[in-house]
């Protein structure tokens, strides 16, 4: 059973960047699809980025494309979320959270599809 543990939230103005961090303890993520999702004040959790297991193909949000890219390090057992131009509107809870096999085309941003989450952290982008 894989441990996930989110970190690299804080406070930036807008325009700045952040890069999140999801590390894994218990198992390897080699055999994982890993997303990061996001729950704003008020609103459902959406997903934010997908990268799958074994060809490390990636999947994002509209809302993020050209923006954040998600990259992993088998080696390190951990992936990163880079989120750069960052906008007010980008300020959430962001986790992270694992499922075995590659990212779904049709239902990676579904939370329903992960089995494996980690805490939160907390990310907010002043005006």
């Known amino acids: 059973q894989v441990q996930l543990q989110a970190s690299g939230g804080g406070l930036v103005q807008t325009g700045g960047s952040l890069r999140l961090s999801c590390a894994a303890s218990g198992s390897t993520l080699d055999y994982y699809g890993i997303a990061w999702f996001r729950q704003a004040p008020g609103k459902e959790r959406e997903g934010v980025s997908c990268?799958?297991?074994?060809?490390?193909?990636?999947y994002y949000a509209e809302s993020v494309k050209g923006r954040f890219t998600i990259s992993r390090d088998n080696a390190k057992n951990a992936v990163y979320l880079q989120m750069n131009s960052l906008k007010p509107e980008d300020t959430a809870v962001y986790y992270c959270?694992?499922?075995?096999?590659?990212?779904?085309?049709?239902?990676?941003?579904?939370?329903?599809?992960?089995?494996?989450w980690g805490q939160g952290t907390l990310v907010t982008v002043s005006s």
């Open positions: 990268v799958s297991d074994s060809d490390g193909y990636t």
């Open positions: 959270a694992a499922d075995w096999g590659p990212c779904s085309d049709s239902s990676w941003y579904m939370s329903y599809e992960y089995d494996y």
